[in-house]
């Protein structure tokens, strides 16, 4: 008793975790070492395998029970338990190392529910990607904290929500006041049906693509060729809050692939739904809209008319509009073309894909300065991929929900092409050229920084960015923690 014994479990952990100090990585093994700190952004992953690297095959399941009755305070339930057995040896291995990894770190996460990560680790073990050791890029140590939740929680734990003033501001931003009357004033519904309708057929006439006289043609399998580097980039620059969520869409099995979901958005035969939701959103921008412009040729219409689409009575007259204007012969066909002019994505998941638009106006840009547009549509369509769903939730709960479900990914995607693919291209001729195989005229000159658009969706979102920063502002969107950006919960 009290004595070292190396043919006991206890021993061979002891003379397991002492060794983690020295083993060192060599030629002849691909063995890492067992003690390292990764970073994952702001926060430090401790790594110490030393308690388990050298449990045998068949003492793993108890071991690991062993790990969630004092990771949890509690033993595991039978079922879970049950589970646990039933794993195979590796699977086995890789939930304890899992367990180490999580229960090590757990201070960083404090708030992470431990019952629920562990019965996540629990059922991904079966399936789990990547192998403990060797583990050069430490890829079992992302997925095994993604799984268990650590990796969201702590990164949105760091975080601080907004006060006021800020928060005050964001709430006005996402909830604008009337302009004229207080609020909560009753909606002028005749004023609404008077001014909208004009308006909004203004917008549609305005960019209707009917009328162009030499139109160009973009090279859809261009843009299939970079779908992968565009969503590449997107995960390398918005680290370490893109692939950090639960079931994020880099984590997919089997993995998804922008340049395979891509299509073409003038194959589309647009059907009444689609009408009505196209005519929707522009109804949100031109409504909306504080300043005139060539789209936009009456401002200020729903802060005048006392619109708040928080009401169920003003989303009813809002949606009687929509369908009145869709069911026009006249507008119908404006609507469907604009429709198969315009980026979008659609479904969710594995099922997520992109549509690009596949023309242009040849008078107003050549194909080189339209593909860099169309890279700059990508990066945003690519983050609409990427956005949590619990964020797009809060759209429902604010009266401006088109700065949820617009603005914050245009800010999001101007950022990835201004701010990381534009340099990149100018600072590395291979990427450049990869960006740009198969367009007509590439080489092409140095691309332009883009500009955040959506209106007052779009300008509002990047008040809320400057106020909240972008971790704050990343957060929300990535993690689905809105009220790190001062929205409701």
Known sequence: SGQYDPHSIGGKALLAHELAHVVQQSAASPRTVQRAVVRQGALSIHIDYGPVVLIPDADRADHAIGQIAAFTGAPPPVAQETAMRALTADAQKWLMFALTLVSDNIAAASTLDRGVATQRLVDHAGSALHVPQPDPARAFVREAMRVSGWSETAQAQRLSAPV????????????????????GDP??????????????????????PAGRANVGTRSLSAFQAIGDVV??????????????????????????????????????????????????????????????????????????????????????????IVATMEADP????????????TGRKTGTASATRIGLVTDFDA??????????????????????????PDFVATA??????????????????????????????????????TLETGVTGAPCPAPVAATIGYGSAG?????????????????????GRPELAGLPP
Do not use: M
């Open 459 to 479: 300008s509002g979102a990047e008040d809320i960015r400057t106020r909240v920063h972008d971790d704050n502002f990343r957060a929300a969107y990535f993690l």
């Open 330 to 341: 006249a507008i119908a066909p404006v609507v469907d073309r604009l429709i198969q002019h």
């Open 396 to 433: 429902g709960r604010v009266a401006f929900p088109q700065v949820i479900r617009e603005g914050f990914t245009e800010v999001l995607g101007v950022q990835l092409f201004n701010d990381r693919i534009v340099p990149k291209a100018n600072a590395d001729a291979a990427f450049k050229t």
């Open 187 to 208: 909606l002028d519904a005749a004023a609404l049906n008077a001014r909208l309708p004009p308006a909004l057929t203004h917008l549609l006439t305005t960019l209707d």
């Open 164 to 183: 006021d003033p800020d928060l005050s501001a964001i709430d006005t931003i996402v909830n604008p006041p009337p302009s004229t009357g207080a609020i």
């Open 231 to 320: 969503q590449t980039e997107a995960r390398s620059f918005f680290a370490p809050y893109a692939d950090a969520a639960i079931g994020n869409l880099y984590d997919l099995q089997p993995a998804w692939h922008a340049s395979a979901n891509i299509f073409d958005v003038g194959t589309l035969t647009p059907n009444a739904a689609q009408r009505r939701s196209y005519l929707s959103n522009r109804a949100e921008i031109i409504g909306r809209s504080d300043t005139t412009s060539s789209i936009v040729n009456d401002a200020n219409i729903f802060a005048d008319v006392h619109f708040e689409s928080t009401r169920a009575t003003d989303r009813a007259e809002l949606a009687g």
């Open 363 to 388: 008078d107003q840009r050549s194909a080189c300065a339209d593909h860099w547009v169309g890279i700059d549509t990508l990066c945003h369509e690519v983050l609409h991929a990427l956005v949590h």
